[in-house]
Every structure is written in structure tokens, then in C-alpha cells.
């Protein structure tokens, strides 16, 4: 495990050092990429300034809406329908192709409806999140044992109090699942819909220094991106096998 | 009674439309039957049939390679137990940033046109490929590689009779799940870093307020999507089935 861990990082190390060298030998020339020093340079200043503070505050406040949007509405529907098994199986069929369809394809109806504001962003990252939640909620609640739906009914709990009380606290790290996919495809949804077309945020940013040749704004927002999103989704992660590991052990 | 629910679906789905249509009129939507109708047109229209090809070509390109490399980083690294240890965390970070963020990277490397959409295609369909290959062939049973060796199988027998029909069917779900997100890659590439194609066509109709087009070219992805993943799906579990 630490092995693996140590080379990871060696491979990273190694593959950031070969960028930089070919960028710095000019192999591959500064209009196309420049090398990740400058980038990470140029992120550090335009921080710094404040430049893009509301681009990002705008990204990051809609993504967390449509986060909080899925994962409420995620483990509501996931918990209707495990207990509405004749609708389930009619969806069932939603479900399999549910992440199949181009759903940046929606984004243009939705401007088309909704106008040119954050609404249709909003719209695409819950609508890519929300599957996630669902699919992950109702796994959970499916893996319930009998014995405490038993106690349960022992107890005269209803619908909703058993719910509250017993299924989703024993579903709960698969609904963590869930969440992690949720955020992860909100940025996804988010930032996708910021490139197509938007009116500001980081998307619209990259895009906007893309149109104007300036590569150090470019790369150090894209820079920003990734290393903001991969270091959600790790840590994300690890929080999701610790409580995975927790629950074996009990 | 396996046709039933998913035709059920469908039925929900127009209706749901067409009560939507009902509450929001004609501004910005158009009902179910019209928007057929005008699919129908779109597609006797010589002058589309173009963009369809060229959509088609790069998805046909981008997607071939993302099997192809797919298969080449996913399988060895199944293989070889710590190489895939070291790798599984990297591929997961890959897959779940937004790639789209790589565009402007690729249009800078490949230029505006046909190469970059490819690669496009390509990038999103790679890394899930590769990691339900990876998945796939480390969990080959190894007493089916022991008793192979027992019986001093040759490499080719291994191949055919042991390592193909074990790993094929994960194989197949990540070649499903990259043949959607290989469509959804070479549709944002089209859709602003091309002047041909169906993304292209969805974003001129987007800034000339074409509702008409819009939903005309929605409908249309969405079926092909829809019709060739339930197609894939069925012969995903068939295989799954089987092993």
C-alpha cells in the first residue's frame, strides 16, 4: 500500500518534470502549452489578485447548489421508489440508459427556455448528479437485513420514521457513494455548461483566454480546475473507505 | 413482458412532454408529434445529411481508439497486480475530473477540425474502458490460471479458453459505458470547436433561437444514445449471463 503510494507520486513527479522539460527545451512550443512552473506561477499571481475571485465564486456557488439540489432530491426519490416497487421496475429501464444520453445536448433547450442565466448550469450538473445519488440510495436500502425491518415493525415505526431511523442510517455509506459521484459530476455538468456557452465563471474564463491566445491565464485556470476537483474527489474518497472499512469491521 | 416496461416508459415520457408543452406553449417548446414531424424533415434534407456523416466519422474514429488504447492500458495493468495498484487511483482522478477542461489543450495541439474532435472522443472514452478492463482481468479466478498450467495449455489455448471468455464480459460493460461517453465527448467537441456536425448544428440553433432544430436534434441524439445502449445492454447481460 505505501509502496504503491510512494511510486504514484514518483510517476506524477516524473511526468510534471518531463512536461517541463520539453516546455522549457521548446519541443513543444510556448503557443501550444507552457510549462507547468509558469502555469502554476501564473495561478499563484492571478490568486493573488482577486481577478477571477467571483468567476470562481459564481463556479463554485453553482455547483453547490446542484450538489445540495441532488443529494436531497437523490435520496427522497431513491427512497420513494424502493418503496413503490411497481414504479421502480418501470424506471428501471431510465435507469440503464439514464447516463447514456449526451446530457450537454438538454443545455441548449434549457438556455432556450430559461434564458441566459445560472439556472440551465444548475440544471445540467443536478441532472448529471442526480442519477448517482438515486442508483447508490436505493443499493443501499436494498442491503437493509430483514431483521431490522423486522424490529422495526416491532417497534410500529412508520414509512417515513423507519426511514429516518433504520433504512438510511444502514444505507448510509452507499449513499456516501453516491454523494461523492453526485460532486463529482456536478463539476462536470457545471464546468461543461460554463465552456458551452455562459456569461461568466471558470469555464467561461478558459474559454474566453482561450479566444484571446493568452495562455498563462488559460493554463492556470485549468491548472485551478483540476487541482481543485482532484483534490475534492481523493479526499472524498478516502473519507468513503473509512467509512466502508468501519462498517465491515461492525 | 420484457418489452413492456420500457414501452411503458416511453408512453410516460411523451406524456410528460406533451403536459409540458401544454404549460409552456410554444415560446420555447414544441409538442412531441410536431417535433417528430420535424426530425422527419430534418432528415430527407440533403444539406444535413453531411453533418450527420461527419458527426458519425468522428464518433466511429474516436471511439475505435478508445477501445483499442483502452484495452492496451487496461489489460496489462489487470495483469500485473502492483502496476495496477499503483495506477487505479490515477485513472479514477482522470475519470472523474471534467475533461472538458482539456479542450482548449487539444484544439491547440490538433488545430480546429476533424483531429481534434477525434481526440476529444478518444479522452472520455479511454479511461473508463481501460479501467473495467483492468478490473476485469484481475479478477480472472486464479485457480483457472492454475489448472491451465496443470494442464500445460498452450498461451493461445490460455487466451481463447481461459483469459477471453472469463474477462469479456466486465470487457464489455466499460466498451458500454465508453461507447456513451466517447458520443458525449465528440458532441462537446463538435459543439465549440468545429463548424460541421451535429454539437455544431445544436449550437448555431441555440444562437438563432431555433426551437424547432433544437428539439429536432435532441430527439435525435437521445434515441440513437438511448436505442444503441439498450442494445449494448442486452448483450452485456447476455454475456454476464453466461460467465
Known sequence: MRNAFIVRIAIVVVAVGLLELLCRLGVIPSFTMIPPSAMAQSLWSLLASGRFSHDIAATLANVGIAIVAAMLAGVALGTALQGWPAARRTLDPLFATYYAVPMYAFYPLLIVIFGMSDFPQIAIGFLLAVMAVIINTLNGLDRVPAVLLKTARVHGLGFVQEAFHVRLPYAAPYVFTGFKLAVAYSFIGVIGAEFITSSRGIGYEISFAYNNFDNPVMYAMILFILLLVITVNMSLHAWERRLLSRRRRA | ?243
Open chain 2, 1 to 243: 413482458m420484457k418489452w413492456r416496461d420500457p414501452l411503458i416508459l416511453v408512453f410516460l415520457i411523451v406524456i410528460l412532454w406533451q403536459v409540458l408543452y401544454a404549460l409552456i406553449g410554444d415560446v420555447a417548446l414544441r409538442s412531441p408529434a410536431t417535433t417528430a414531424h420535424n426530425l422527419g424533415t430534418l432528415l430527407s434534407d440533403p444539406r444535413f445529411l453531411p453533418h450527420i456523416n461527419e458527426t458519425a466519422i468522428a464518433f466511429a474514429q474516436g471511439f475505435a481508439i478508445a477501445v483499442v488504447v483502452g484495452l492496451l492500458i487496461g489489460v496489462p495493468l489487470g495483469a500485473a497486480r502492483f502496476a495496477g495498484e499503483v495506477a487505479e487511483p490515477i485513472l479514477v482522478a482522470l475519470y472523474s475530473i471534467p475533461k472538458v477542461t482539456l479542450y482548449p489543450v487539444i484544439l491547440l495541439i490538433f488545430g480546429i477540425g476533424m483531429p481534434a474532435k477525434v481526440a476529444f472522443g478518444a479522452i472520455h472514452g479511454i479511461v473508463p474502458i481501460s479501467i473495467f478492463a483492468m478490473n476485469a482481468v484481475r479478477n480472472i479466478n486464479p485457480t483457472h490460471l492454475r489448472t491451465a498450467r496443470v494442464m500445460r495449455m498452450s498461451f493461445l489455448d490460455l487466451t481463447l479458453k481461459i483469459l477471453l471468455p472469463a474477462a469479456l464480459p466486465e470487457i464489455a460493460t466499460g466498451i458500454r459505458v465508453g461507447f456513451s461517453l466517447a458520443l458525449i465527448g465528440t458532441l462537446l467537441g463538435e459543439m465549440f470547436g468545429s463548424q460541421r456536425g451535429l454539437g455544431h448544428l445544436l449550437m448555431q440553433a441555440m444562437s438563432l433561437h431555433n426551437i424547432e432544430r433544437i428539439l429536432a436534434l435532441t430527439l435525435l441524439l437521445v434515441v440513437f444514445a438511448a436505442g444503441i445502449n439498450a442494445l449494448l445492454l442486452a448483450l452485456d447481460r447476455r454475456l454476464h449471463a453466461r460467465a
